[in-house]
């Protein structure tokens, strides 16, 4: 192996950012989606997995994606919860893939709810 | 895919690794693979988490919950609640003691709260084998400046300043030590690191080798520059086998890509780095006779000057620092003097890392601020005993260097200057925790067979002295003290202290001094009344069982002897004649009923007749 500079050293770090956001915290958004019974039946799996595409797709290194329990309104799962840090949570319903790719654009990139989409807008910490 | 939602960060420390942490890894992996989670989970083996209490332990990020006590068998469901439906699972979450309700998040609980990690700064969060993850935390950037942009005189300056003292025991400035030996010309000198740690009790050294190698490795790599030294020896004891592993398999990656070997980081300066296994000789943690043991010679001290910083290792200029030490001079390179000045007193700046063990509930490692008070520690961190019924007696620091503090005392802040006022030292950071059933002389006693066998014998008062201390403390425990022998006890001690060689010596009678401070009456309660009141001196005891007693048996199935009797609900007796005085009664009682009493005359002399009964 070649050997190491100083330039590396922001290199391996960087490389790890994503990683270490997680662990550490310090990240811009979490994406919460919620995986109860009834939110997997409908299919949060899929989202998930979308979800997990997008941000490995992304050049984001501070966007974290995690798993919760049942939100509490069965009926419009899939569901997820989407946190920019210093913004009021919102809960988004009836998801399928596309619409997350949109959320994921308009609300966790740009910053903008996507309205159509949203269920509530408010406090209701995810744990 | 590279990046994942969730890390699962299990602790890999030998204390976690010896309650399961691999099978525990296995099965995790295997249930996550079942889900189909396997590019979304990733499960990453750390170092010590501090918490060896409740393992193996998993700390579970970005949610911060902390798993304890996970076995095999409760993997599936966890797997299936927690990383598959997104539901903590609470029956392995912590349980505070007085509340009971259960506590998830890692922050939130006392054992964590009250620590800051400057030491232990990477521990849990990343895996010790990486030389990336370790980098991600500002790994090798403090060797980077110290190479590149500072000269020696700016590193040792900056350590002077900082106010970092040396964390094996003795606190000796750090940064003056570099500068005695920077200062002294030589062809050429040694960078050496101190892993020999022996006290009875204490881990701190082993868990920092192990949850973080590289930590050490770039402090050597910094002290190395300042003192101009191009040769390193990491001494560890062979009976540290993961730390030794963990080290040799950093020191390799970085030869392997140019942190270790010639022109690093393109500065022109070369560090090699070996380590030198230690045979586990307590004497070989003092300089000298580490030294000495590193150059193929029995391991015994020599007198100072010449100090080792003029003539160490090999005869040449040589800095030994311990673990601790080494594993904070990074992020003080860093982050610079003030920073790590922000933490701590005047004269003991920074955090220490403490090993609690004993009869404490949350056995573990921890590293809090200089001038903490000890009952934090205990208390708060600690969660105090591990029987709430029994009353907290005395803590003792620093090993069979150190003493005893009792309760009295327990709002003295750890520094330096605080400890060694009690009688006690702040040594490596051992912290054994008593409770009132613990005999002060017999604990003296434990220590004091340390040091008798571990003297290397080179100075006579050592070698004889402690011996014969030892022999009147057996006399004492056994009930042959006699008036005068506590006095013996403390000129014998105050002689050892002054004239033998080394520190092992010089502080070798301080837990029985200390223990005749706080206990005086309990010695007196020994050679007196022939009563050990903790009832742990078997020949200066008896057990009786009181009216408290609710028949519930306990008691009778404990007795190895088959010496209680007694119906069920009725009150049970002790045949005297039959008792062993072996305690099995008195820790198994639920209800407190079993009293412990002075020595029945009769068996002063019964002994040797009991133990014809026993043959036949």
């Given at each position: ?12 770090k960087?490389k790890?950012?994503a990683?270490f956001?997680?662990?550490e915290g310090g990240?811009?958004a ?5 995986m109860?019974t009834?939110?997997i039946?409908?299919g949060?799996?899929?989202i998930?997995?979308?979800?997990m595409d997008?941000i490995?797709?992304?050049e984001e290194?501070v ?6 329990g ?9 569901m997820a919860?989407v ?12 998801l399928?893939?596309?619409k997350m790719?949109d959320i ?7 910053g903008?709810p996507?309205?159509?989409y949203a269920i509530?807008?408010?406090?209701e910490s995810?744990? | 895919?590279?990046k994942?939602r ?8 030998t204390?976690?690794i010896?309650t399961g ?6 099965a995790?992996e295997a249930?996550?693979k079942k889900?189909k989670l396997?590019?979304?989970v990733?499960?990453v083996?750390t170092?010590c988490?501090g918490?060896?209490?409740?393992g193996p332990?998993?700390?579970v990020?970005?949610?911060d919950?902390?798993?304890q ?5 409760e993997v599936?469901?966890?797997?299936e609640?927690?990383?598959?439906k997104?539901r903590?699972y609470?029956k392995l979450m912590?349980?505070e ?5 259960v ?5 939130d609980i006392?054992?964590?709260k ?9 521990k849990g969060?990343?895996?010790?084998e990486?030389?990336d993850e370790y ?5 090798y950037?403090a060797?980077?400046?110290a190479?590149t942009?500072?000269t020696?005189e700016q590193?040792?300056?900056?350590v002077?300043?900082?106010?970092l003292?040396g ?5 000796f400035?750090?940064g003056l030590?570099w500068?005695f030996?920077?200062?002294t ?5 040694f960078m050496?690191?101190n892993?020999?740690?022996g006290d009875p009790?204490?881990f ?10 590289h ?14 030294s191009?040769h390193?020896?990491?001494?560890v004891r062979a009976?540290?086998?993961l730390?030794v ?17 010639k ?13 030198y ?12 006779a580490?030294?000495?043991s590193?150059?193929?010679?029995r391991g015994?001290?020599r007198p100072?000057?010449?100090?080792p910083?003029h003539?160490g290792?090999?005869?040449k ?11 904070q001079?990074a992020?003080?390179i ?9 933490v701590?007193?005047?004269q003991s700046?920074?955090?220490k890392v ?5 009869d404490?509930?949350n056995?573990g490692l921890?590293e809090?601020?200089?001038g903490?008070p000890?009952k934090t520690?205990i208390?708060d ?5 591990t029987?709430k019924k029994k009353?907290f007696?005395a803590v003792q620091?620093g090993?069979p260097?150190?003493g ?9 802040p750890?520094?330096y200057?605080?400890?060694?006022k009690t ?7 051992g912290m ?5 059933d613990t005999c ?6 434990f220590?004091l ?15 004889v002295g402690t011996q ?6 057996t006399?004492?425990?056994e009930g042959?003290?006699?008036?005068g022998?506590?006095e013996?006890?403390e000129d014998?001690s105050?002689?050892i202290i ?6 092992l010596?010089?502080t ?5 001094l ?7 009456q309990e010695y007196e309660?020994h050679?007196n009344n022939?009563y050990c ?6 020949d200066?005891?008896?057990f ?5 007693c609710?028949?519930?048996q306990?008691?009778?199935?404990a007795?190895?002897?088959?010496a ?5 609900k009725q009150l ?7 008792c062993?005085?072996?305690?099995s009664c008195y ?14 005359k009769?068996d002063?002399?019964a002994?040797?007749?009991?133990d ?5």
């Amino acid at each position: 192996m070649a050997k190491l500079t100083i330039a590396d050293l922001k290199k391996i770090k960087d490389k790890q950012k994503a990683t270490f956001t997680l662990r550490e915290g310090g990240y811009k958004a979490k994406v919460t989606v919620h995986m109860g019974t009834c939110g997997i039946a409908a299919g949060a799996r899929e989202i998930m997995t979308t979800l997990m595409d997008i941000i490995s797709e992304s050049e984001e290194k501070v966007v974290i994606a995690t798993t919760s329990g049942c939100a509490g309104l069965c009926a419009r799962e899939p569901m997820a919860t989407v946190e920019v840090m210093g913004s009021a949570p919102v809960k988004y319903g009836d998801l399928t893939p596309d619409k997350m790719k949109d959320i994921y654009k308009e609300h966790v990139q740009e910053g903008n709810p996507v309205e159509k989409y949203a269920i509530v807008i408010g406090n209701e910490s995810t744990y | 895919m590279e990046k994942h939602r969730s890390n699962l960060m299990i602790c890999a420390g030998t204390g976690c690794i010896a309650t399961g942490t691999h099978q525990v890894r296995d099965a995790l992996e295997a249930e996550i693979k079942k889900h189909k989670l396997t590019d979304e989970v990733k499960v990453v083996l750390t170092g010590c988490n501090g918490f060896c209490a409740e393992g193996p332990v998993m700390m579970v990020f970005p949610e911060d919950i902390f798993y304890q006590k996970i076995t095999v068998e409760e993997v599936p469901k966890l797997v299936e609640e927690h990383f598959l439906k997104g539901r903590p699972y609470e029956k392995l979450m912590f349980k505070e003691p007085l509340k009971k309700s259960v506590i998830p998040i890692m922050h939130d609980i006392p054992f964590f709260k009250y620590q800051v990690l400057r030491v232990l700064r990477n521990k849990g969060l990343i895996d010790p084998e990486s030389l990336d993850e370790y980098i991600a935390r500002d790994g090798y950037q403090a060797a980077a400046k110290a190479l590149t942009e500072m000269t020696p005189e700016q590193i040792i300056k900056t350590v002077k300043d900082a106010g970092l003292r040396g964390r094996g025991g003795a606190g000796f400035p750090s940064g003056l030590k570099w500068e005695f030996a920077s200062k002294t010309e030589a062809d050429k000198k040694f960078m050496l690191c101190n892993g020999d740690e022996g006290d009875p009790g204490a881990f701190m050294d082993r868990a920092v080798m192990e949850a973080d190698p590289h930590s050490v490795i770039e402090g050597m790599i910094i002290g190395a520059k300042a003192i101009g030294s191009n040769h390193g020896v990491i001494y560890v004891r062979a009976e540290y086998p993961l730390a030794v592993e963990r080290l040799q398999m950093a020191i390799d990656k970085c030869m392997e890509i140019g942190l270790l070997g010639k022109n690093i980081f393109d500065s022109g300066f070369d560090f090699e780095l070996e380590i030198y296994l230690g045979a586990g000789a307590f004497v070989c943690g003092e300089e000298t006779a580490l030294m000495r043991s590193i150059e193929g010679k029995r391991g015994m001290p020599r007198p100072r000057p010449p100090f080792p910083a003029h003539k160490g290792l090999w005869d040449k200029p040589s800095v030994l620092n311990n673990v601790e030490t080494l594993a904070q001079v990074a992020p003080i390179i860093l982050n610079g003097s003030e920073w790590y000045r922000s933490v701590g007193t005047e004269q003991s700046a920074g955090t220490k890392v403490f090993a609690l063990t004993g009869d404490i509930k949350n056995v573990g490692l921890v590293e809090v601020p200089m001038g903490t008070p000890l009952k934090t520690i205990i208390y708060d961190i600690g969660g105090g005993m591990t029987n709430k019924k029994k009353k907290f007696k005395a803590v003792q620091m620093g090993g069979p260097s150190g003493g005893c503090i009792p309760e009295a005392m327990l709002d003295v802040p750890v520094t330096y200057e605080d400890i060694i006022k009690t009688g006690a030292i702040m040594g490596s950071g051992g912290m054994v925790v008593m409770d009132e059933d613990t005999c002060m002389v017999s604990t003296s006693k434990f220590f004091l067979e340390f040091t008798a066998e571990e003297s290397c014998g080179k100075c006579t008062p050592c070698r004889v002295g402690t011996q014969v201390m030892l022999d009147l403390l057996t006399d004492i425990t056994e009930g042959r003290g006699k008036e005068g022998d506590i006095e013996t006890l403390e000129d014998l001690s105050h002689d050892i202290i002054a004239t033998s060689l080394c520190g092992l010596g010089q502080t070798a009678p301080n837990p029985v001094l200390s223990t005749i401070r706080y206990f005086r009456q309990e010695y007196e309660s020994h050679i007196n009344n022939h009563y050990c009141q903790s009832g742990i001196c078997g020949d200066l005891c008896s057990f009786e069982i009181t009216d408290a007693c609710k028949g519930c048996q306990a008691c009778v199935r404990a007795c190895p002897k088959d010496a209680i009797v007694g119906e069920k609900k009725q009150l049970h007796r002790i045949m005297q004649d039959l008792c062993i005085q072996c305690r099995s009664c008195y820790n198994a009682c639920k209800f407190q009923a079993v009293d412990i009493k002075p020595a029945l005359k009769k068996d002063k002399q019964a002994p040797a007749v009991k133990d014809e009964e026993v043959t036949q």
